[in-house]
Structure formats: structure tokens, C-alpha cells
């Protein structure tokens, strides 16, 4: 599942705050979601300790859902949390329930790993196993980015426990004797090869949704920023009649 045209449709509505039209692009990701939830969401696994089922966003092949999902997929979670507010009561519980599930089972494609990072794209098997179809580790930041958004939602310490975790993974494996973090060729091997190149949304994005996480919710207030598909915040639009006013 591409992430920026779902992602903009809901961080559109948010960015644009009272401006006329910008309920065009709620409705549009409501519909939007609602079909994902539908025909493209599937259950993997049931956490036997507390009853969390584990759940993924697989591509579409036709009218087939194949059981594979991509780190790339795992922006999901923080997207439905932003559209979690002022929305029915009936979508927010359906937003939050399978962020919930989804995220967890991001987190479990880190946790299932030697190295404790997490493939780009795995295979699921229904109550079973995950398996790596593509084993590299590019430093992508859309599982703590998700966990991020968790976190501000809910207030559960368990999302920068599972934050701490993975970059202390990172932390070990990217790391080089020269200076500066690489990939890894494949997170199934201990000690990995790197891939000697750091990507630069390493620190644009993983690392900054990293401090995020563990820093005060007043920095970067989510009632008053909007981070694109590139974590670059963006101011959301306020009271435009009476700035226009004063020009």
C-alpha cells in the first residue's frame, strides 16, 4: 500500500483547518479507508499473553489479497490515528482498533528478526510464522513514525518501549567504526553486511520520529502541526479571515 496519496488525503483536512472545502478530503479518506479495512486488511496472529490480534495490509492482485506486507505499509498506523479525531464515535473505535493491530505486528517483524531490525516485506502465514522476502534494512521510519502518532494518542509507555527496543537494534547493527549508520544487507544474519550507505531520511525521518517519541508532547504539537509524507511539519491553517484582515 503507496503511502502519500492516502497519507495526504487525511493530512490535507488536518492542514487546512477552517478553510472552506477541506471536508472534501475527509469524506474522501473515510471512503478511502473504509475499503482498505474491507478488502485489503487481514489477520496474521493472536498474541496468546493478552488476546492482541495481530493484522496487515496486503497489495491487491486483482480481486486477490496476497498475505505479504512491506515496511513501506507500516505508515498505517499513525495515518489512522490522525484520522481517529472528530470523527464518528463508530470510525474512531474502527481507526484505533486496527492501528493497534497493525502496528504490533510492524513491531513483530522487528522482534522476530536475530538482528532485531525488520525486513523490507515479509510473508504471513495464518497462525504461524513470518518469513522475509526481501531481508534488507534500509533505516525506514514508518514503523516509528507509527509508533509516534500511538503514543501521542494513547499515552502507553509500551510504544516507547517498543521505540527503545528497535533503536537499540539500530543502533548496534547500523552503526559503522568510520562514523555514520548503514543498512543491512539482510536482518537474518548475525553480525549482518552493511550496505554502506545511509539514506538521508535516516535523520529526516527515523531519527527524528525517535526524539519525537521521547520528548515532551508540547514539542511539536499535533493540534497545531502537520507532518507531510517526508516528516517536515507544516503549520495547520488558523483563523485565515482575520490574517487576511490585517494585511
Given at each position: 500500500?503507496?503511502?502519500?496519496?492516502y497519507e495526504y488525503l487525511i493530512k490535507c483536512w488536518r492542514s487546512l483547518g477552517k478553510l472552506e472545502g477541506r471536508e472534501s478530503w475527509r469524506k474522501a479518506f473515510?471512503?478511502?479507508?473504509?475499503?482498505?479495512?474491507?478488502?485489503?486488511?487481514?489477520?496474521?496472529?493472536?498474541?496468546?499473553?493478552?488476546?492482541?490480534?495481530?493484522?496487515?495490509?496486503?497489495?491487491?492482485?486483482?480481486?486477490?489479497?496476497?498475505?505479504?506486507?512491506?515496511?513501506?505499509?507500516?505508515?498505517?498506523?499513525?495515518?489512522?490515528?490522525?484520522?481517529?479525531?472528530?470523527?464518528?464515535?463508530?470510525?474512531?473505535?474502527?481507526?484505533?482498533?486496527?492501528?493497534?493491530?497493525?502496528?504490533?505486528?510492524?513491531?513483530?517483524?522487528?522482534?522476530?528478526?536475530?538482528?532485531?531490525?525488520?525486513?523490507?516485506?515479509?510473508?504471513?502465514?495464518?497462525?504461524?510464522?513470518?518469513?522475509?522476502?526481501?531481508?534488507?534494512?534500509?533505516?525506514?521510519?514508518?514503523?516509528?513514525?507509527?509508533?509516534?502518532?500511538?503514543?501521542?494518542?494513547?499515552?502507553?509507555?509500551?510504544?516507547?518501549?517498543?521505540?527503545?527496543?528497535?533503536?537499540?537494534?539500530?543502533?548496534?547493527?547500523?552503526?559503522?567504526?568510520?562514523?555514520?549508520?548503514?543498512?543491512?544487507?539482510?536482518?537474518?544474519?548475525?553480525?549482518?553486511?552493511?550496505?554502506?550507505?545511509?539514506?538521508?531520511?535516516?535523520?529526516?525521518?527515523?531519527?527524528?520520529?525517535?526524539?519525537?517519541?521521547?520528548?515532551?508532547?508540547?514539542?511539536?504539537?499535533?493540534?497545531?502541526?502537520?507532518?507531510?509524507?517526508?516528516?517536515?511539519?507544516?503549520?495547520?491553517?488558523?483563523?485565515?479571515?482575520?490574517?487576511?484582515?490585517?494585511?
Amino acid at each position: 500500500m503507496g503511502d502519500s496519496f492516502y497519507e495526504y488525503l487525511i493530512k490535507c483536512w488536518r492542514s487546512l483547518g477552517k478553510l472552506e472545502g477541506r471536508e472534501s478530503w475527509r469524506k474522501a479518506f473515510d471512503t478511502a479507508i473504509m475499503a482498505m479495512t474491507q478488502h485489503m486488511l487481514g489477520d496474521w496472529d493472536t498474541d496468546a499473553a493478552t488476546g492482541q490480534v495481530m493484522s496487515y495490509v496486503a497489495p491487491l492482485h486483482g480481486s486477490r489479497r496476497d498475505s505479504s506486507m512491506e515496511h513501506l505499509t507500516c505508515f498505517v498506523p499513525g495515518m489512522l490515528v490522525l484520522g481517529s479525531d472528530d470523527t464518528t464515535p463508530e470510525n474512531e473505535k474502527i481507526f484505533i482498533d486496527t492501528a493497534r493491530r497493525v502496528v504490533r505486528t510492524c513491531v513483530e517483524m522487528y522482534r522476530r528478526q536475530p538482528t532485531g531490525l525488520s525486513p523490507d516485506n515479509v510473508r504471513f502465514t495464518k497462525g504461524g510464522p513470518m518469513n522475509a522476502i526481501d531481508p534488507k534494512s534500509i533505516q525506514r521510519p514508518e514503523t516509528v513514525e507509527s509508533l509516534f502518532y500511538m503514543y501521542r494518542k494513547t499515552g502507553d509507555e509500551i510504544y516507547r518501549n517498543w521505540a527503545w527496543d528497535i533503536f537499540e537494534a539500530m543502533e548496534k547493527h547500523y552503526a559503522t567504526m568510520s562514523g555514520g549508520w548503514q543498512g543491512v544487507k539482510d536482518v537474518r544474519q548475525v553480525p549482518p553486511q552493511g550496505d554502506d550507505k545511509q539514506q538521508s531520511f535516516l535523520l529526516a525521518e527515523t531519527i527524528k520520529y525517535l526524539y519525537l517519541i521521547f520528548s515532551d508532547g508540547e514539542d511539536v504539537h499535533l493540534d497545531e502541526w502537520v507532518f507531510n509524507t517526508e516528516a517536515h511539519p507544516v503549520k495547520i491553517t488558523r483563523d485565515v479571515h482575520i490574517r487576511e484582515a490585517r494585511r
